[in-house]
Each structure stands twice: as structure tokens, then as C-alpha cells.
């Protein structure tokens, strides 16, 4: 099984920059595809960004495009979102997710994905 924890959350200002970091422990995650999602009080986990096992897909919620980057680093087992441009529409606890499953990737259904970390808040102010 795939542990992961995520970092990085925090307060920050509206137009301001957050960098999160999900690091995966159990398990090298190198030949897994994984993704940040997110859920604000009274909503469903929502898709944010996935990025394939090799870094050479990544995907983007039509809210967060041109803003968040998605990246990977597999030799320190970690991934990352970067998020510039910050609304505060973005205040939510953000998730980082692994599929350890053999099969297609639908990357924005959150019950495609096997492990989640514990969540790290996000609070933009306007």
C-alpha cells in the first residue's frame, strides 16, 4: 500500500502563489498515475490536476488551468502543485491520490483512485 502526505497548504492572498507537495512513502510510485483534487465545506471532492506515472501527461480542471502546474519528481517519490494566480474560490483541503490499479486512467473520477493522503488546507483571502 501507498502512504502518502501532503504539504505545503497554508494561507495566502488572493493573486498569491502556494506550493504543495504530496510525498508517498510504502511504495516507489514511479508506474503510478496520480492527482490533487479538492473539497471546500459542504461539497463534493472535486478534480484538480493529474499527471501520468511518467510525467508526460498531465490534465487540468477547466478553473485551474493556466494558473496550477502539476509535476512529479519519482526519485524523491514526490508530486507537486504549484498554484499561482490564487483565488479565493480556491479555499478548499487539498488531496493528492495514487491509482494502483492496472487499467485505463480516468483521471477525474475520484473513486478511481486506491490511496489518499490526509488533506492539506488551503485558504485564500480576498
Known amino acids: 500500500q501507498v502512504q502518502l502526505v501532503e504539504s505545503g497548504g497554508g494561507l495566502a492572498q488572493a493573486g498569491g502563489s502556494l506550493r504543495l507537495s504530496c510525498t508517498a512513502s510504502?511504495?516507489?510510485?514511479?508506474?503510478?498515475?496520480m492527482g490533487w483534487f479538492r473539497q471546500a465545506p459542504g461539497s463534493e471532492r472535486e478534480f484538480v490536476a493529474a499527471i501520468t506515472w511518467s510525467g508526460s501527461g498531465t490534465y487540468y480542471a477547466d478553473s485551474v488551468k493556466e494558473r496550477f502546474t502539476i509535476s512529479r519528481d519519482n526519485a524523491k517519490n514526490t508530486m507537486y502543485l504549484e498554484m499561482n494566480s490564487l483565488k479565493p474560490e480556491d479555499t478548499a483541503v487539498y488531496y493528492c491520490?495514487?491509482?494502483?490499479?492496472?487499467?485505463?486512467?480516468?483521471?477525474?473520477?475520484?473513486?478511481?483512485?486506491?490511496?489518499w493522503g490526509q488533506g492539506t488546507q488551503v485558504t485564500v483571502s480576498s
Open positions: 510504502g511504495r516507489a510510485i514511479s508506474t503510478y498515475n
Open positions: 491520490g495514487v491509482v494502483v490499479r492496472y487499467g485505463g486512467f480516468a483521471y477525474s473520477q475520484a473513486s478511481r483512485y486506491d490511496n
